[in-house]
């Protein structure tokens, strides 16, 4: 967990000194008595530098033995969630999210015909049923 | 005022009100029984649901979802000692023991009876306490509504985590997400990388949705327990008697009047309410020699805490917009989609809105109750749900929610990033509760700072001679520098020592 807590405390200051050259780009106000678009998102920012250097410090002098590991299988569902996404774009949203729901439920386990088949069927029924048809919802 | 109120029971008292509220109810057990799923995703997962509907209609469904998941997150933590929601945690201590001695019916009972009274006792001190608030926040200018905003923040980056300073890097992130887009007194573009859709900023329900409802899709995706415990024996029906409930009451008022008064202040929310009703509740109930053990009242106390925190937590919502709990901020997102700013003017506007609130949260504490006690088996049957199904469901119904905010797909991008985002904020120990609360704050409170700065010549002074603000930058500074000077006290102690 230590190294984890290191290396997500890096990113979150990396994440900062960006936003920072981010911020450092807005102009700022012509006159010096008013404050300008770039002064309050500059303030937020140093003190946000400040507190990810110190975030950083506690996690560098912390002892954990608590064990972070990333299981590789987030990626894989973060992959097939923007698959998803850019599916709904193409072929719809019902199709794009039967197919989606067989998958997942293959993947976590689900081995039994009947399930895999009626479920992903009654929710997109559901969803066109009340949300497009009763409710009016935009459905992607 | 009882004029007020009786034309508000003509609009709530139809037949598709009652339908909606009846809906609610349902539903926010149901999200609260399911662990990890809280008040916070109900809410958001249901907006899209309410932008058909008048602003009315809208805020009842989502109050009455908000009121009955708090009551849902003790039947899972009754049952199978793994609480539906944070607030519910304490629940198991003595409910869950309850289930193991065979009477998981007496535990639910004392539970829904607990949580509906908490909930009735807070809608009353919703009705009392809002009007004079808004009363006194007539008089607000921008030094005060920057000053309050500033003090909201800091309450809930201090107390929502463990480390204030994580709570604090969140609140900052959160508000330069908020900076985002236009800037609100120039239009000057902020971050906008020349995107057109990043002009209007991020969307709240898009970055609440993926936060709290996709990054827990995530999260159940990867510690699947398919295997829920089962539960030993059946379910008895045996229910409350009359006796147990006189013998509960004087722990379930303490419970209310300390639920409510803890869901006012920013930051504090059913999980902090609950523990201290419970820690109170051991001095003044009957039983408490079974505390631990299996006390009904160590069932009672948690619970009519945490329903009356919902009242409380609506009072600065709608008194003063300014939400203190990431719940509260959902329900401020639905309000301005609806058109409608809550605070001090609300009243004037919309006065129905705010009756009518308060007659649906009446009903909504009625139909829990019968909602909740008929259908105990339903429950039961319910949590036995692998969360398989779930969890592929969820994420679906938050592409549709994100998508029908602006019918944008960027906001499902945006959804999903949020998603990302919070998984790993979540794993690292990092509050969520701070962004979400800096992101409905922020542009508010930066218009007010340089409104308040226009109005005395760019002089910082006017945060200090306003009283208002200044009493509460001094309590907000507090909040901050407190933990740290308990930390040097007691480590210079424990040298000593």
């Excluded at chain 1, 067989?102 to 997109?124: D, H, N, V, W």
């Excluded at chain 2, 990043?198 to 949705?209: D, K, R, V």
Aim: proline residues 5%; charged residues 10%; glycine residues 10%.
């Amino acid at each position: 967990m230590k190294v984890a807590n290191i290396i997500f405390s890096v990113l979150l200051l990396t994440l900062m000194s960006w936003i920072l050259y981010l911020t450092l780009q807005i102009p700022k106000s012509p006159n010096p008595n008013i404050i300008g678009p770039s002064y309050v998102p500059l303030v937020y920012v140093w003190v946000g530098i400040v507190l990810a250097v110190f975030i950083l410090l506690n996690s560098i002098r912390e002892k954990t033995k608590e064990q972070f590991k990333l299981d590789k299988k987030f990626f894989l569902y973060v992959g097939i969630a923007i698959v998803y996404m850019i599916l709904i774009t193409i072929i719809g949203y019902y199709i794009s999210t039967i197919l989606l729901l067989i998958i997942l439920f293959l993947l976590l386990g689900i081995r039994k015909l009947p399930q895999l088949m009626i479920i992903p069927i009654a929710y997109s029924l559901f969803v066109f049923i009340v949300f497009e048809k009763i409710i009016a919802l935009p459905i992607p | 005022m009882i004029e007020n109120l009786i034309e508000a029971i003509s609009i709530v008292f139809t037949l598709k009100m009652l339908l909606i509220i009846l809906l609610g109810s349902f539903v926010g057990i149901i999200i609260g029984a399911l662990p990890g799923l809280g008040p916070t995703v109900g809410t958001t997962l249901i907006i899209p649901a309410t932008f058909g509907m008048e602003p009315t209609a809208a805020l009842i469904l989502l109050v009455a979802i908000y009121m009955t998941a708090e009551y849902g997150g003790s039947i899972t933590a009754i049952l199978i000692s793994s609480p539906g929601t944070t607030a519910a945690t304490a629940t198991v201590e003595d409910g869950y023991p309850l289930t193991q001695k065979g009477y998981p019916g007496k535990a639910l009972g004392a539970s829904i009876t607990a949580s509906t009274i908490g909930g009735i006792f807070t809608t009353f001190i919703l009705l009392f306490l809002t009007i004079p608030l808004m009363n006194f926040a007539l008089k607000f200018g921008p030094a005060e509504y920057f000053a309050l905003g500033f003090f909201g923040l800091s309450l809930v980056a201090s107390l929502s985590g463990k480390s204030i300073l994580k709570g604090l890097l969140m609140a900052i992130l959160g508000l330069l997400i908020s900076s985002i887009g236009l800037d609100p007194l120039t239009g000057q573009p902020r971050y906008t990388f020349g995107s057109f859709y990043l002009l209007e900023g991020i969307s709240i329900i898009p970055a609440l949705m993926g936060l709290y409802a996709v990054s827990e899709v995530f999260n159940m995706f990867l510690t699947q327990n398919n295997t829920i415990k089962k539960l030993g024996k059946k379910v008895s029906k045996q229910f409350i008697t009359l006796k147990e409930f006189k013998s509960m009451l004087p722990v379930i008022f303490q419970s209310s009047f300390i639920g409510s008064f803890v869901g006012v202040i920013p930051g504090a929310g059913g999980s902090i309410a609950s523990w201290i009703a419970y820690q109170q509740s051991k001095r003044i109930a009957k039983d408490k020699k079974d505390y631990g053990k299996g006390a009904l009242s160590g069932v009672a106390a948690p619970e009519a805490a945490n329903n009356a925190t919902v009242g409380g937590a609506l009072v600065p919502l709608l008194s003063l917009g300014i939400p203190g709990s990431p719940t509260t901020a959902v329900l401020l997102g639905a309000l301005m989609l609806h058109g409608l700013t809550p605070g001090p003017k609300l009243m004037e506007t919309d006065a129905n809105l705010f009756y009518g609130l308060i007659i649906g949260l009446f009903i909504t504490c009625i139909f829990m109750f019968f909602v909740g006690s008929l259908l105990t088996n339903f429950w039961v049957k319910l949590i036995s749900l692998p969360q398989t199904f779930i969890a592929p469901i969820i994420l679906s119904i938050s592409v549709i929610g994100a998508f029908s905010v602006r019918n944008l797909m960027f906001d499902v991008y945006i959804t999903l990033g949020f998603g990302v985002l919070g998984y790993f904020l979540k794993k690292f120990n990092f509050p969520l509760a701070p962004i979400v609360l800096a992101l409905v704050l922020g542009g508010m409170m930066e218009s007010n700072l340089r409104r308040a700065l226009l109005i005395s010549d760019g002089s910082w002074m006017i945060f200090l001679t306003n009283p208002i603000s200044l009493i509460l930058i001094l309590i907000a500074l507090f909040t901050f520098v407190s933990p740290i000077l308990k930390n040097v006290f007691t480590s210079k102690k424990s040298k000593v020592s």
